[in-house]
Structures are given as structure tokens and as C-alpha cells.
């Protein structure tokens, strides 16, 4: 713009020169004056508005680098934003299922505690049942216990009866014999009340021996066991009344003594018939035994 004004101007005195007379020229000079005053204002406002322009571009440049800038910055938040709802609803389904989880495992919890209350009471209803029966077999039998033919235990949640041979048997013998029927008799009466349970009849021997004499019927002090604890089982059954479906009979010869056999009184002990009244489930793997 600047450039255009110089070359007009000049042109304007070239032609005034070309055209007037000196005294004219001088006076169209003087008019000139003003406006060569005026150009150079021009010439300087052209050059503030240019400087202007530059700075006004620089701005804009520097704007518009900011304004890319914060574009960029605004889709990376903007992405970071939708990852964080994506972590967020991951954490919240988690903790949903979290949450089930432990609303069932309270539910495990409740009904183990339920559970364990129910089987405490059967247990503790159990023990005094047996603890009843216990004290009804010591009121029963009560001679027998005391001259030590008898013993009543308990342990385990098994009460178990225990008679030496000779009050139910006579010597190298299997049947019972009248003495013997009369405590069975007071066994089975008992027996008859007891409930949830099953009566494991076992008959063990000492190591002596079986006799010449008794070789025949009894090959082995086994055979006598056995042969004794199904004819206890049998009486109990028969004259006792008591469900078959409860009994059974073992017998463990002299392989399970509770005394030592090299004294008569050790032996003795050993020679024995135990009624056992134990859990209906429960079994005894491995035992040689033979049931009714």
C-alpha cells in the first residue's frame, strides 16, 4: 500500500512539472506540502496496521495451536472419561456379585448355625437318653453289677453292656442258660424303650484253647464266640421281643482281650458277651462277624 501511494505521488510531479510554468510549480509545491505530511501519516498508520495484522496474526496462530491443543486434551479426557465409566460399571457389577456372594454365604452361614443347633440337640437329647438307659440298666441289674458279673460303660455316644460268660452261659456252652435268660430278660425290657439305635451283640473268649471233648462242635474259640453271641441275639429276638432289624451278632474269639489272660482272673474277664447300643449308621469295617 505504501508503495502504491510513492508512485502516485511521484507521477503527480512529474506530470505538474511537465505541465505548468515555475511560478505555478512552486505554488503547486506548496499545496503539495500538506499532502506529502498526509502520505507519511498514511504511510505510518499502513505501517501500524500492518504491525497490527502480524501481531493479530501471531495471536491468532497462538490460538489456534491452544485451540488444538485443548481439542486434544478434550478427546484424551473425554476417552478417559469412558474408560472410567467402563471401570466403574466392572466395579459395580463386581460388587453385585460380591454382594449375592455374601448374602449367600450368610444364608450358608444361618443354616449351618441352624444345623449345628439341631444336631447339638439330638446330641444332647441322645446323651440323656442314653444316660436314662444307662441308669435304668444300674437300677435292673443292679446285683449283678455289684457282684462285678455286670458293667455298664458309655463313651463315644456308645453305651455298652458287658457280661462275663458264666451268667449266661456254663462252661465250653453256647445256649443260654436259665440264670442267663433271666438277665436278658432285664436287658431286653430296657432295650425295648431305646430308640435311633442298633444292638451289636459281641462274644469274645480268653486263648485258651477248645477242648478234645468240645473240638467237634467248636473248632475254634471263633466258632464258640459266634455261636454264643447269635444264640443271645436269638433269645433277644424271640423271648425279648426286640425288632431283628436292630440286632446283629459278632464274634472276635480271644483276639480282643480286655485283660491280661495269664491269670484266671484276666481270663475270666476276657470270656464275655457286650451288648452294644450304638448309632444306626454306625459300622464296624474289617470285624469278622457273622449277623442274624
Not at 505548468?20 to 505530511?37: N, Q, Y
Not at 497462538?62 to 479426557?77: G, H, I, P
Not at 449266661?168 to 453256647?174: C, E, K, N, Q
Not at 473240638?215 to 424271640?238: D, M
Request: glycine residues 4%; contains cysteine; aromatic residues 4%.
Amino acid at each position: 500500500m505504501r508503495t502504491t501511494l510513492s508512485v502516485l505521488f511521484a507521477l503527480m510531479i512529474i506530470i505538474l512539472s511537465s505541465c505548468v510554468s515555475s511560478t505555478e510549480h512552486e505554488a503547486r509545491l506548496h499545496d503539495i506540502s500538506p499532502l506529502e505530511s498526509t502520505l507519511k501519516e498514511e504511510e505510518e498508520r499502513a505501517k501500524n496496521i500492518e504491525n497490527s495484522l502480524a501481531l493479530l496474526q501471531n495471536e491468532h496462530n497462538k490460538l489456534s495451536d491452544d485451540l488444538q491443543a485443548l481439542k486434544k486434551q478434550r478427546s484424551e479426557l473425554e476417552d478417559l472419561i469412558s474408560e472410567k465409566d467402563v471401570r466403574i460399571r466392572r466395579l459395580d457389577e463386581e460388587l453385585n456379585l460380591r454382594d449375592l456372594r455374601i448374602t449367600g454365604l450368610n444364608e450358608e452361614v444361618d443354616r449351618l448355625y441352624k444345623e449345628k443347633e439341631i444336631a447339638i440337640k439330638e446330641k444332647n437329647d441322645e446323651i440323656a437318653g442314653l444316660k436314662q438307659t444307662h441308669d435304668e440298666f444300674v437300677g435292673q441289674l443292679h446285683d449283678e453289677i455289684v457282684r462285678g458279673e455286670i458293667q455298664i460303660t458309655q463313651l463315644k455316644g456308645n453305651l455298652t453292656v458287658q457280661m462275663v460268660d458264666k451268667i449266661l452261659f456254663d462252661s465250653g456252652r453256647a445256649v443260654v442258660k436259665k440264670d442267663g435268660e433271666s438277665v436278658l430278660d432285664s436287658v431286653a425290657e430296657i432295650l425295648k424303650k431305646v430308640t435311633g439305635k442298633q444292638f451289636r451283640v459281641e462274644g469274645h473268649t480268653d486263648n485258651v484253647p477248645i477242648s478234645a471233648r468240645l473240638a467237634e462242635r467248636f473248632p475254634s474259640n471263633w466258632e464258640l464266640s459266634v455261636a454264643r453271641a447269635i444264640n443271645v441275639v436269638r433269645y433277644l429276638q424271640e423271648a425279648g421281643g426286640i425288632d431283628p432289624s436292630v440286632l446283629s451278632a459278632a464274634g472276635y474269639g480271644e483276639h480282643r482281650p480286655i485283660a491280661s489272660n495269664d491269670t484266671e482272673e484276666g481270663r475270666s474277664k476276657n470270656r464275655r458277651i457286650e451288648i452294644v447300643l450304638a448309632p444306626l449308621d454306625d459300622t464296624e469295617d474289617n470285624d469278622p462277624s457273622v449277623s442274624e
